[in-house]
C-alpha cells in the first residue's frame, strides 16, 4: 500500500510513522508513506496557498491552483483507489470503513487547514469525505494519522499476531470484553476464575457475554446498527 498525504505542515505529521506499529510497517515494506508539503506547488509569493472567501466572512480558504497541481501530479505517476479529503463535514470514520480502505492499494489524503477548501477541490477531485468526529481540529493533519494507523494495522503482516486486529473492538459492532494480565489477585482484586480456568469454549462464551453487555451498556446505537 502506498499513501500520499498532502498537508501544509508536513513536520507536523511525521512524527506518528517515526514509532512503534506504524514505523515497523514502513521497515518491512508494507507500506508507503510520502508527505507532500502543498506550498512547494504554488507559484505565488510567500508560499501563499489560501485567501480570502468570495461573498465575505471570517477565515482563509485554501486555493483549488496548488492542490490541483499536486494531486495531478501523483495521478500521472500511479493510479490512485481513492483521494480522502479530511474534514469535520465528512463520513464519520468507523471500523467497517478503515476495514475497506485497508485493502485498497494507493491512496492520497489531503488534509484540510485553515476554514477548508474552495468547494472545487471536492467537487472534482475528492472521491471520499471522512471526518474522525463531530468537533474541529487545526488542521486535517492528525485526522490523517489516526486514518492512517486504523488502515495499516489490519494490513497483513503488521501486527505480529495475525488474529488480533480480528478481535478488536467494533470489528462486530461490539465493544470488547474485559481484558486482564498478571499477577492473579493484586490486592485482593481478582481475575474471574473463567480466565484461568484453560477451556477455552466457555472462556470464550464469557467473552462474547461480556463484550454483548459492555455494549448495551456503552454503545446501544452499535446494536441498532
Not at 515494506?29 to 501563499?48: A, G, P
Not at 471522512?130 to 503482516?157: F, H, M, N, Q, T
Request: proline share 4%; charged share 30%.
Amino acid at each position: 500500500m502506498r499513501i500520499d498525504i498532502i498537508t501544509v505542515v508536513p513536520d507536523l505529521l511525521k512524527s506518528p510513522f517515526e514509532a512503534s506499529i506504524l514505523k515497523r510497517a514502513i521497515e518491512k515494506n508494507l507500506v508507503e508513506i510520502h508527505f507532500h508539503n502543498l506550498r512547494d506547488y504554488t507559484t505565488l509569493s510567500y508560499k501563499q496557498i489560501d485567501d480570502y472567501q468570495y461573498g465575505g466572512g471570517a477565515g482563509m480558504v485554501m486555493m483549488i491552483e496548488p492542490i490541483d497541481k499536486c494531486i495531478s501530479k501523483l495521478k500521472s505517476e500511479r493510479s490512485y483507489d481513492e483521494v480522502i479529503y479530511l474534514t469535520p463535514d465528512g463520513e464519520v470514520l468507523n471500523q467497517n470503513m478503515s476495514n475497506s480502505l485497508s485493502l485498497k492499494g494507493n491512496l492520497i489524503m489531503l488534509c484540510g487547514h485553515y476554514k477548508g477548501v474552495d468547494q472545487r477541490v471536492r467537487d472534482l477531485f475528492i472521491t471520499k469525505e471522512i471526518s474522525i468526529g463531530d468537533y474541529v481540529l487545526s488542521g486535517g493533519e492528525l485526522a490523517a494519522a489516526v486514518l492512517c494507523d486504523s488502515i495499516i494495522r489490519l494490513i497483513p503482516g503488521v501486527l505480529g499476531n495475525e488474529t488480533s486486529a480480528l478481535t478488536d473492538a467494533f470489528q462486530d459492532n461490539l465493544l470488547s470484553p474485559p481484558i486482564y494480565t498478571r499477577p492473579s489477585n493484586y490486592k485482593g482484586y481478582e481475575v474471574p476464575d473463567i480466565l484461568l480456568s484453560g477451556h477455552k469454549k466457555k472462556i470464550d462464551d464469557w467473552r462474547d457475554e461480556k463484550a454483548l453487555q459492555r455494549t448495551k451498556d456503552r454503545r446501544p446505537d452499535l446494536l441498532e446498527e
